[in-house]
C-alpha cells in the first residue's frame, strides 16, 4: 500500500511513549507531529497532590502520526495520572517500539517513573522491537546524570538518550535512536 504518494510505501513504526505524570509524553508527540495528526485528551488534573505538578493530564491516551524518512510514525502516549494505568496494557499490546519518559529536573519523577517501568514495562519489553528511554530537560538543571537515570531504572546507559520534548530536532534524535538501535539488530 502506497502511503507516501511517490510510489513507495512507507514502513510502519507504532511507538507507544510512556512515563510518569508531567514527564512530557503528550509534548513529545505533538512536537513530533507538528507537520501531521495530533489528537490529545487532556483534562483538569482531579488529584490536588498530582495538580502541584500539572494542571493538565492525559485521561486515555494522546495519539500522533507523522511520516519521517519513508516511515509512518504512529504515536500512542500512556496516560500519566494512576487512576488511568489499566490503559497502559491496551496500549503496549499495539505498539511496536516504546519511549519511556522521565524528567529530568524531577528526581521524584525519575523514581516514579522507575516504579512504573518496572510495574508495565519492563515485564513486556519482550513485545517491542526496541526502547529507549528518553530523559526530558528543559532548561532546570538537574542532580542526576544520564547514567544515574539509566542506573535507577535498571537499563543499559546506551539506551538513555536526553530530549527536549519542545524541540523537533531533539525528538527526532530520541526516534532515530529508537530506530537506529532497530536497524542495527
Not at 483534562?43 to 519513508?70: H, L, M, Q
Not at 524531577?106 to 529507549?132: D, I, K, Q
Not at 542526576?144 to 537515570?149: E, F, K, Q
Not at 546507559?157 to 530536532?169: D, F, I, K, P, Y
Request: hydrophobic share 40%; proline share 5%; with cysteine.
Amino acid at each position: 500500500m502506497d502511503l507516501s504518494g511517490k510510489g513507495a510505501a512507507l514502513k510502519l513504526a507504532r511507538v507507544l511513549v510512556a512515563g510518569p505524570l508531567g514527564a512530557g509524553k503528550t509534548t513529545f508527540i505533538s512536537t513530533m507531529c507538528s507537520d501531521g495528526v495530533f489528537i490529545s485528551t487532556d483534562r483538569r488534573v482531579t488529584s490536588p497532590v498530582e495538580r502541584r505538578i500539572k494542571e493538565k493530564t492525559t485521561v486515555a491516551f494522546d495519539y500522533g502520526c507523522t511520516c519521517w524518512n519513508e516511515i509512518k510514525l504512529v504515536f500512542y502516549g500512556t496516560p500519566g495520572q494512576k487512576r488511568f494505568f489499566y490503559f497502559i496494557p491496551v496500549l503496549i499490546k499495539r505498539c511496536d517500539y516504546l519511549v519511556f519518559m522521565v524528567d529530568w529536573s524531577s528526581p521524584p519523577s525519575v523514581y516514579r517513573g522507575r516504579a512504573l517501568f518496572e510495574r508495565y514495562f519492563r515485564p513486556n519489553l519482550s513485545r517491542f522491537r526496541n526502547f529507549v528511554v528518553a530523559v526530558h530537560e528543559e532548561d532546570l538543571p538537574s542532580p542526576l546524570t544520564l547514567a544515574d537515570v539509566a542506573e535507577i531504572l535498571a537499563v543499559d546507559r546506551g539506551r538513555v538518550v536526553q530530549s527536549v520534548a519542545t524541540n523537533r530536532e531533539s525528538c527526532l534524535l530520541v526516534v532515530s535512536k529508537l530506530l537506529g538501535l532497530l536497524l542495527s539488530t
